[in-house]
């Protein structure tokens, strides 16, 4: 399997709920991001991880909880979320963040996650 | 503040005929890129252009950077029906000692066929 998956691609969850989101890349890269991207608002990013580390943390409420086992899995877990955290939640990687920005960013197709 | 904005918000056009699409940014960059989304999906790196750059072209599609006005433009020749989709621009941002992406809330543009 090639480029960027995410697992499940949709999800519905109560309020009371703990769920997992995943992501897979399969392009050698050192950097992976997690974003928001809800109606009629600008993309959100959310973590961002280099080399396992996370070297970003976007104001995100504690609900939202990354992991970064090693360079190629990203998992964001969720718990006790609100209705509001309804949204299509992109992860992406790139080579290091560290390269002046010039690095292009490999998207995978998302996971639509609905909370009730 | 957002650091790219687009314009327009939302582009219909007729198969054959072009579409561009403008985007605006605020502090000094060394590169502008451009994304396109298909309803629902993940975001595709379309074309990079540096700021040493004035123009870049890439297939149908040509990228115009104005550093002096902090603009750039996406041009789609001959647009296509498979063309419909959003376009959002993104520019790098200095954080915490590395570089991240911020990106407009897009331009989406749809292609009749």
């Known amino acids: 399997e090639t480029g960027v998956t995410q697992t499940p691609r949709h999800l519905v969850m109560g309020m009371t709920n703990k769920k997992s989101l995943k992501c897979e890349q399969h392009l050698g890269h050192n950097a992976m991001y997690w974003y928001k991207q809800s109606a009629k608002k600008p993309l959100e990013l959310m973590f961002v991880?280099?080399?396992?580390?996370?070297?970003e943390n976007n104001s995100v409420p504690s609900r939202f909880s990354p992991e970064c086992p090693n360079s190629s899995h990203l998992f964001l877990h969720l718990h006790t979320l609100q209705p509001e955290d309804s949204a299509l939640y992109l992860c992406?990687?790139?080579?290091?963040?560290?390269?002046?920005?010039?690095?292009?960013?490999?998207f995978g197709p998302g996971t639509r996650l609905t909370v009730l | 503040s957002q650091q790219g904005e687009e314009d327009p918000q939302a582009l219909s056009i007729q198969e054959g005929e072009n579409a561009t699409m403008n985007c605006s940014y605020k502090?000094?960059?060394?590169?502008l890129q451009w994304y396109r989304q298909n309803s629902g999906g993940g975001l595709v790196h379309l074309i990079l252009?540096?700021?040493?750059?004035r123009e870049k072209h890439s297939g149908r599609l040509r990228v115009t950077l104005d550093t002096s006005k902090k603009s750039s433009s996406l041009l789609i020749t001959a647009s296509r029906a498979a063309d419909t989709a959003s376009y959002f621009c993104a520019t790098p941002t200095a954080r915490a000692g590395s570089y991240q992406l911020t990106f407009g809330k897009g331009t989406k543009l749809s292609v009749i066929p």
């Open positions: 992406a990687s790139s080579t290091r963040t560290s390269v002046r920005g010039s690095n292009e960013q490999f």
């Open positions: 502090t000094s960059i060394n590169n």
């Open positions: 252009i540096r700021s040493n750059e």
């Open positions: 991880y280099s080399l396992e580390e996370r070297v």
